[in-house]
Every structure is written in structure tokens, then in C-alpha cells.
């Protein structure tokens, strides 16, 4: 009974460990997208057609993120 308990919680905490490393890719794959677009956006600053106020789309975590600070 107890290999079985201390198997599950090597599992856990594999599953928590891979769970915290995609979330981890998810948040730089948003900021590198969020980047790409700020820059693609500021090379457009002198064009009077294009607006300066829109935010680049982040990943709803990205954007929480940013938002706290």
C-alpha cells in the first residue's frame, strides 16, 4: 500500500511539474508574439491610418500577468 502512495505522488508531481513547464512555453510564446506585434506596430507610428492604441492579443495568463505588474 504504501509504494502505491508514494508512486501517486511521484506522479503528481511530474504532472505538476509538466503542467507549471507548459504554462511556462504558453506565457514566452505570448510575449514574443506580443513583441513581434508591438514592433510590427511601431514601424507604422508616422502612418495616420494606423492606430497606436491597440494592444497586441496576449493569451488570457499573459494578459493577467501583465496586468498585476
Do not use: H, I, K
Request: with cysteine; glycine share 8%.
Amino acid at each position: 500500500m504504501l509504494v502505491f502512495l508514494v508512486l501517486a505522488g511521484w506522479l503528481a508531481v511530474l504532472l505538476c511539474t509538466l503542467s507549471m513547464c507548459r504554462a511556462g512555453a504558453r506565457l514566452d510564446e505570448a510575449q514574443d508574439l506580443a513583441l513581434s506585434e508591438w514592433g510590427f506596430a511601431a514601424s507604422f507610428e508616422d502612418d495616420a491610418s494606423a492606430t497606436g492604441d491597440e494592444e497586441p492579443a496576449l493569451y488570457p495568463e499573459a494578459r493577467a500577468y501583465g496586468e498585476a505588474g
